[in-house]
């Protein structure tokens, strides 16, 4: 076909469409060189959140996302990198939040709800909330104020709400240093390494320090591969080297405190992934240790029957946030087998992917005792330090009392699964 008989029988084709009372705006749109008109978006949002305007300070922000771009801003790329990204294609971390909407709240109406009571008791301690500082590692990689607390800033606005906190092996902050600021037990939670002689160290040092539960990470066994880490290192134009020294395990665990004192090169290990965990560890640390012991990072009803079977006094359903495994299963989709399974039995406990009180309710709904948070306090803290992680956690309790009232229960041991169903 020649040129003017394609341009002819464009021309035919556009001038149908433009008679076509299916196609009648757009077809007199491309005939007309004029652009597709289109209607204005239901629900509009009249305020987008975007890079322009950042919130200047923890009183301004909304929600906890507020927090993200600001500390975006103040974060060294690399540091902010590792703490955002999930792996390979990032699925289950999209599936995290994605899948709240699968979940959908039945309120109740006529119910006396003029006072709320968010109060939890976890393994005889009480707290004012059911949201929980998730243990997430190096804090003072994200605190680039002044004083530089990092984990310290964290347990300090824990202590403010009453919060219950987990600390990391990998922190900034010795586990000592964090109940001390906490002025309360602090969770430990444990990367246990292929060594029994350096889990059993610091499952020691945390006992000695008054830390009333251990918490076993068994989900990171294997290396990941976190693209927008990788990515956001090669615009970071700081020398890794000045912080990070790679020369051996030892070194690199010197900025570390929960290892002083540990030869870990004594023990030979390469790396401190546990990749040769089974449940003869676990049955081995309760025989080790009076902490209560909670297994960090199941995701399957059959895995949930065995930590019933081998003692342990709870399980935190977890994916890591993301940044285990890319199973594309979110901890919110998985929590209710769960939660059938152990049959209150022992406590279930859940974190990954929670922004909002509508998620903690549904979460508590469902049958979980608490909601860990992670992400959602480091954005505070990068963008503003303590105040900052002290607006978050007020931002979640209150959106969590209003969504609890809204379900009409004043109390979270009303809470049940006749308040959640899948949507």
């Known amino acids: 076909m020649s040129s003017v008989d394609r341009a002819a029988s464009r021309r035919l084709f556009l001038q149908f469409l433009a008679a076509s009372p299916l196609f009648a705006s757009a077809g007199r749109a491309l005939a007309e060189g004029l652009e597709v008109p289109s ?12 890079l322009n305007g950042l919130i200047k300070s923890p009183k301004e922000a ?10 975006k801003q103040k974060v060294p790329p690399a540091h902010f990198g590792y703490m955002a990204s999930g792996i390979d294609d990032e699925v289950t971390l999209r599936a995290n939040r994605a899948d709240f909407q699968k979940v959908q709240l039945r309120p109740r109406r006529l119910h006396d709800v003029s006072k709320i009571d968010t109060t939890i008791e976890l393994f005889g301690q009480t707290w004012a909330s059911p949201v929980a500082i998730a243990p997430t590692g190096g ?4 605190d680039y104020l002044a004083d530089n607390e990092g984990e310290i800033a964290v347990s300090k606005a824990a202590k403010a709400g009453n919060h219950l906190q987990c600390l990391s092996t990998q922190a900034s902050t010795s586990i000592d240093d964090a109940i001390k600021a906490r002025g309360a037990g602090v969770w430990f939670q444990l990367y246990a390494s292929p060594s029994w002689d350096i889990a059993r160290a610091l499952v020691k040092r945390a006992e000695n320090a008054g830390s009333p539960v251990l918490a076993i990470t068994v989900d990171r066994v294997a290396g990941r591969n976190q693209e927008i880490f990788e990515r956001l290192r090669r615009i970071d134009n700081r020398n890794c080297d000045d912080c990070h020294d790679r020369s051996s395990i030892q070194a690199n665990q010197k900025t570390k405190p929960n290892f002083e004192g540990i030869d870990i090169e004594k023990t030979g290990v390469k790396n401190l992934l546990s990749a040769n965990m089974t449940w003869d560890f676990v049955k081995r640390m309760r025989d080790t240790t009076k902490m209560k012991i909670v297994i960090k990072g199941i995701l399957t ?11 342990v006094d709870g399980l935190i359903v977890s994916n890591h946030g993301g940044r285990s495994e890319d199973s594309g299963l979110s901890t919110i989709s998985v929590l209710p087998e769960i939660v059938e399974k152990v049959n209150g039995r022992i406590a279930v406990l859940v974190d ?6 509508t998620d903690v309710v549904k979460a508590l709904a469902i049958g979980a005792k608490a909601v860990f948070v992670g992400r959602p306090y480091l954005w505070g803290l990068g963008a503003f330090g303590q105040p900052g992680v002290e607006r978050v956690l007020e931002i979640l309790r209150t959106e969590t009392r209003v ?3 809204q379900c009409g229960v004043a109390s979270i041991k009303e809470l049940s699964p006749a308040f959640v169903r899948r949507a």
Do not use: H
Not at 352 to 357: D, E, L
């Open 39 to 50: 209607k204005l978006p239901d629900p509009i949002i009249w305020a987008p959140q975007s």
């Open 62 to 71: 909304i929600t906890v996302f507020d927090f993200e771009p600001v500390a």
């Open 139 to 142: 804090n003072r990689a994200y």
């Open 301 to 311: 009803p059959e895995d949930a029957e065995l930590c019933v079977q081998n003692g």
């Open 403 to 405: 969504a609890m009232g």
């Open 352 to 357: 990954s992917g929670f922004r909002r009180g």
